[in-house]
């Protein structure tokens, strides 16, 4: 996927990617860990991504960013009229998720993690 993306669309789906990770409160070392980015040198890392770097070429990544974005869009669509709840939806308990909330599901279980809260939100 990420040879697919031009420099200027991978821009976009980093800011568009940690805006919305930021929005449901998620934590800098968190955010990395969802990313699958390496735990080191987050912080340095983290502030190029804010200024305008893409996230690296790394197929892994990208398939995460996607997810993560579909979660995003899915849940906007779940409460159309609150972009608030909408948030609050991926740090919230869920009976789904055994009354975890889809944040810690993800952190816990990474890319499988978000696939099974993908499949949940679309359903």
Same mark, same amino acid.
């Given at each position: 996927?990420?040879?697919?993306?031009?420099?200027?669309?991978?821009?976009?789906?980093?800011?568009?990617?940690?805006? !919305?990770?930021?929005?449901?409160?998620?934590?800098?070392?968190?955010?990395?860990?969802?990313?699958?980015? =390496? /735990?080191?040198?987050?912080?340095?890392?983290?502030?190029?991504?804010?200024?305008?770097?893409?996230? =690296? &070429?790394?197929?892994?990544?990208?398939?995460? !960013? /996607?997810?993560?974005?579909?979660?995003?869009?899915?849940?906007?669509?779940?409460? =159309?009229?609150?972009?608030?709840?909408?948030?609050?939806? !991926?740090?919230?308990?869920?009976?789904?998720?055994?009354?975890?909330?889809?944040?810690?599901?993800?952190? &816990?279980?990474?890319?499988?993690?978000?696939?099974? !809260?993908?499949?949940?939100?679309?359903?």
């Amino acid at each position: 996927m990420p040879e697919r993306l031009s420099a200027e669309e991978k821009v976009a789906l980093t800011h568009r990617v940690l805006t !919305v990770l930021s929005a449901w409160q998620v934590e800098p070392m968190e955010q990395g860990q969802l990313l699958g980015l =390496p /735990a080191k040198d987050s912080g340095r890392r983290f502030r190029r991504y804010r200024a305008g770097a893409p996230l =690296p &070429d790394e197929r892994e990544i990208w398939t995460r !960013v /996607a997810l993560l974005l579909r979660i995003e869009n899915a849940a906007q669509q779940l409460f =159309p009229h609150s972009a608030l709840s909408a948030n609050l939806w !991926v740090t919230s308990p869920n009976r789904r998720f055994g009354g975890r909330t889809p944040l810690a599901l993800m952190l &816990d279980q990474g890319l499988e993690g978000m696939r099974h !809260v993908e499949r949940a939100i679309v359903d």
